[in-house]
């Protein structure tokens, strides 16, 4: 990943689709996207981590982020995805069903997550509309166990998105 | 422009801890050096007292510059008594000692203070502060005369305070004064120098080092090295040993000449005084100096011994520390790793070649091809254990590191409870990997602690027991194949087993009928269960909310193994046993229904087959007798809830772990090999699962977890009923996601 | 010259940080000890040289002297950086012709002011100018 995002207010995310909903993250979070490998189940793990996973000889740690943001299972296929981050030196992997494009919003696009109704989600950033459709904004830092109470973007240059995380 | 000092660059701020930790411990134990040498009646050697002030003058301005100032006015108050100290301007006395060893146990304190890992000791630092300034109103002063040699100003002028101080008291013992004189090539000074030093050493001191001639030449230097010596004129000519070294002695001037004014005085140390420099005078006796008129500064002449700091009486040694400062390189461990990482990917790129080459060896038509490919990953191989073997040492350090820091501790604690104690350590040179031995420190302390407060006895005690009033504390150290021993020994009074034991019973850390069963050994091991203590109120010492068992499970968590062995009367010996690298750990490779799982071969002691028909069933828990012992025995599949693989084993296996004297057999479908892997880290988010040291690649591109035994054992064995309802809900817990 | 090296990373750090006036791009050149200075000094003309007195081998004093001989640096401004408690050594090395002296401890700012200083002098203190 490179080069800054920033472009006055507007910020890139990353769009990706999990069980027929899209979603999207601040790009910056992602370090990289990489294909799934063999990933090995590491018993008495919490529920959502699928195990651990060899990327050029560093250790990834992956999440089924279906899982945990806990919405309908779906089977790895030749779509899935991992998006890479890079959290205080540990390597820790999404799993995704499909990466579908880069996206930049503004801020008029986006509004606080309330709208969705339902209960209050540390990881949950906004909506943003797009034409007919509805994207999810997360953070998927307090996802991770340990770190739920985290709202910070990873990498730190914390974007903040307007009304987001207001009641 | 401008930074603040508190911006100073990251890299900058590492630097500077682990420069100042460097300091620190050279502090510590140039200190011992010092306390010995004083013991010993020879009173304080001059080139240790120099290497601490030099130390702490370093210290004093990096602290400055990176705005620590707790630090930094420590340092100052320090730095005024080492000067008066390595001036003569007061004696060494023990008093004053130990107000240096305290230096340096606030030193260690301020520092950690300094990283946010502990509060500042402030109010112990105001004390010693006072104790210092208390001590230097003490100085007595030193007055002499060095001008009635025949120095050109010129040398005279450019001497330190204290290297006039060096010259002055060797001249007021009687030594004699000789100036060498030779031309150095610029490109080889340094390894020139160092050799004359060596030869030079073992017959005088040098005080200083004065470049003349006026830069005109590019490739050489010429030198005029003043030296203080108690041989002839012949004897140091000998020493030196070079034609190209000119050996003269610097005599006393004609008095009956009497051309010198008396040597000025400069004043004490007056804080105004030292600028007005005796100006510009007259001094034709000697060669005076020319045209460039160099200030006339008043004359005691300090000889000096900067490169004291180079080189001590023991030529090999000073040898040491001087490639210390020229050779070594300071390397993050990280980098490493990432050097390991790189390694680790190398290796799968030998597995590949491998493949292919075997491959084209079994086809007819590519045999021959197959054959050389097969010889160039040979080479391959070769070379890249090398490289393994070279970066594996890289991480190595001296467990020395941390046993320096240990005799201070014994100094103290010893004095705080009045004991005499004989510290004893062997082995200091024997090396392990970096980030064991920084794990090390804080178990080892509680030890030594222990050991001196639990173990020797108080000394009438002693004298009643007819044993000699100070007790002896040994640390000794050895490397025993792929493992580091160390071992904390000490002829106090022991653990008494039965004691222990009522203890246990008494605080319900062990049902009356299991102590019934357990042997005096076993006994005694039960100090490092959770929530033991000998002493019904912790001493100030030993009791500081740790105790053995914390000691154990940091051990553990290294890979390694704690035995204790005790004998009432006889006193107590706690073996560590350690790996030495945590980077490499040879594994036995194993599969669980269909997974693959590594077993540190450190933590194993063999694999058999397993009969099913010997376990049975003990209060719930699954044993069966081995070798003629009771051996718990735990289903991996079960433990794991490995979900099962599509073909059932015929056939199953047993791996019997051993942590300590405890043992554990586990139940696997099937063996694989033994090898060698690169370990890596599980990551904090997986910090709430237990069982596994971390995970490797065994270069079919799959990731296997390779096991903790020690806290397997620990899931297992200890208290096993309470703990696993515990862990059940808590991986319950986990399980349901949150 | 200095011979501690996080010590001398920190001064370069300050240095080639400064991002106008006469400090500007400027380049640092290091020495670790009187030595290494000695190689140094007589290649090249440096604009400036700063040194500690308390040094192995060869102190800061020696280095002065020698860098005042050299008829490269005859005038080069000179500036002591040191701890040193004893004033009288302060006050030789500005005898034997340094140009002025910094007390560790410095910020940033005193280290940058007093090399501006010396390399503009006006009107100032400019010994053996």
């Known amino acids: 990943m490179s080069a800054l995002i920033h472009d006055g207010e507007r910020s890139d995310h990353l769009v990706f689709a999990l069980a027929g909903e899209l979603y999207a993250v601040a790009l910056e979070s992602i370090h990289e996207i990489v294909k799934v490998g063999p990933i090995t189940r590491v018993p008495r793990a919490r529920a959502d981590i699928l195990g651990v996973m060899g990327v050029r000889g560093r250790l990834v740690t992956v999440l089924d982020l279906r899982r945990s943001i806990q919405v309908q299972d779906a089977p790895i296929d030749a779509r899935s995805r991992v998006l890479l981050l890079q959290v205080d030196e540990e390597d820790v992997g999404f799993l995704v069903e499909e990466v579908r494009e880069v996206e930049r919003f503004t801020p008029s696009q986006i509004e606080p997550a309330s709208v969705l109704g339902g209960i209050e989600r540390p990881y949950l950033r906004g909506v943003a509309r797009r034409g007919p459709e509805m994207l999810v904004l997360i953070d998927l830092l307090p996802i991770l166990p340990g770190r739920e109470g985290s709202a910070l973007n990873v990498g730190g240059q914390g974007h903040s998105y307007p009304g987001g995380g207001a009641p | 422009m401008a930074e603040r000092r508190d911006d100073a660059p990251d890299k900058a701020r590492e630097e500077f801890f682990s420069e100042a930790s460097e300091l620190v411990d050279g502090f510590g134990r140039h200190l011992l050096a010092l306390e010995e040498s004083v013991e010993s009646g020879h009173g304080p050697d001059p080139e240790t007292l120099n290497d601490i002030f030099r130390g702490v003058h370093t210290l004093k301005g990096l602290s400055g510059l990176f705005g620590a100032a707790t630090l930094s006015g420590l340092s100052h108050e320090l730095e005024n008594l080492l000067d008066d100290l390595r001036l003569g301007r007061i004696p060494l006395s023990t008093a004053v000692l130990d107000l240096l060893f305290d230096a340096v146990e606030l030193y260690g304190r301020i520092l950690s203070a300094l990283k ?50 060096r010259l002055r008291s060797n001249l007021q013992a009687g030594l004699a004064l000789y100036r060498l004189k030779a031309k150095f090539p610029l490109a080889t000074i340094d390894s020139a120098l160092e050799e004359l030093k060596l030869r030079v050493r073992p017959v005088g001191e040098i005080i200083t080092y004065l470049p003349t001639g006026d830069g005109g030449d590019l490739d050489a230097i010429d030198l005029e090295i003043l030296v203080a010596s108690r041989s002839a004129a012949a004897e140091l000519r000998q020493a030196v040993d070079s034609d190209a070294v000119l050996v003269e002695e610097v005599k006393k001037r004609d008095l009956s000449q009497a051309r010198t004014p008396p040597a000025p005085r400069v004043s004490e140390r007056t804080d105004d005084s030292a600028i007005d420099l005796p100006d510009g005078r007259e001094t034709p006796s000697p060669p005076a100096a020319d045209e460039d008129e160099p200030p006339h500064v008043s004359m005691h002449p300090a000889p000096q011994v900067h490169e004291a700091a180079v080189m001590p009486a023991a030529a090999a040694g000073r040898d040491i520390s001087l490639r210390s400062v020229t050779q070594t390189v300071r390397v993050d461990i990280r980098k490493l790793d990432r050097l390991m990482n790189a390694l680790g990917e190398l290796s799968l790129v030998r597995g590949a070649l491998l493949r292919y080459a075997e491959k084209l060896r079994s086809e007819p038509a590519t045999r021959r091809l197959g054959m050389d490919l097969l010889g160039v990953h040979r080479a391959f191989e070769r070379q890249l254990a090398q490289m393994q073997s070279g970066i594996l040492e890289v991480r190595m350090v001296p467990l020395g590191q941390v046993f320096d820091k240990l005799a201070r501790i014994v100094r103290q604690v010893s004095r705080e409870q009045n004991k005499s104690v004989h510290f004893v350590v062997t082995g200091g040179e024997t090396e392990i990997d970096k980030l064991i031995v920084e794990e090390l420190s804080d178990p080892l302390l509680h030890m030594i602690r222990n050991a001196i407060d639990h173990g020797i006895e108080p000394i009438p005690e002693r004298a009643a027991a007819g044993k000699p009033d100070t007790g002896t504390v040994a640390l000794n150290a050895y490397q025993q194949g792929n493992h580091v021993v160390i071992e904390v020994e000490d002829d106090g009074r022991g653990i008494d087993p039965h004691a222990v034991l009522h203890k246990a ?44 068992d914390i000691v154990k499970t940091r ?39 269909a997974t693959v799982y590594c077993m540190p071969l450190s933590s194993m002691e063999e694999a058999v087959v397993f009969d099913a028909a010997l376990v049975r069933e003990v209060d719930g828990r699954e044993v069966m007798t081995h070798r003629g012992v009771t051996l718990p025995v735990v289903r991996l599949a079960r433990l794991f809830s490995e979900p099962p693989a599509p073909q059932r084993a015929t056939k199953q296996f047993l791996i019997v772990a051993r942590v300590g004297t405890r043992r554990l057999g586990m139940v696997v479908d099937r063996l694989i090999e033994q090898q060698d892997v690169v370990i890596k880290a599980l990551g904090r988010t997986l910090g709430h699962v237990r069982g596994f040291a971390g995970a490797t690649d065994l270069g079919d591109q799959r990731v296997a977890l390779i096991l903790d035994v020690p806290s397997l054992i620990e899931e297992c064995l200890t208290a096993a009923e309470g703990r696993r309802a515990n862990d059940a809900s808590l991986a319950f817990r986990f399980g349901e996601g949150s | 010259m200095e011979d501690s090296a996080s010590t001398r990373s920190f001064i370069r750090a300050i240095l080639e940080g400064v991002p106008e006036g006469v400090l500007a791009g400027c380049t640092v050149q290091e020495a670790t000890s009187g030595f290494d200075a000695m190689r140094l000094l007589p290649r090249g003309p440096y604009d400036l040289v700063l040194t500690d007195i308390n040094m192995p081998d060869i102190n800061g004093l020696e280095v002065i002297q020698f860098v005042r001989k050299s008829p490269h640096h005859k005038d080069t401004p000179l500036v002591i950086i040191s701890t040193q408690t004893s004033e009288r050594d302060i006050a030789r090395a500005l005898a034997l012709g340094a140009t002025a002296y910094l007390r560790k401890p410095f910020v940033p700012e005193e280290l940058v002011a007093t090399l501006e200083r010396v390399l503009v002098p006006k009107g100032g203190a400019a010994p053996h100018g």
């Open chain 2, 116 to 165: 946010g890992e502990q509060a500042e000791p402030r109010e112990e630092v105001l004390t010693l502060l006072a104790s210092l300034a208390a001590v230097s109103n003490e100085r007595s002063g030193n007055v002499a005369f060095i001008a009635e040699y025949e120095l050109a100003p010129e040398t005279l002028g450019v001497l330190t305070e204290y290297e006039e101080h």
């Open chain 2, 505 to 548: 019973v008494t605080m319900g850390l062990v049902s009356m009928e299991d102590a019934k069963s357990f042997s005096l050994e076993e006994a005694v091991s039960l100090v490092f269960m959770q929530g033991f203590s000998t002493r019904d109120t912790a001493t100030a010492m030993s009791g500081r909310g740790i105790g053995m």
């Open chain 2, 555 to 593: 051990i553990a968590k290294l890979g390694g193994l704690v035995d204790i062995v005790s004998e009432v009367q006889i006193g107590t010996k706690i073996t560590l046993t350690l790996p030495v690298t945590l980077a490499i750990v040879g594994v036995l490779t194993f599969v669980v229904e």
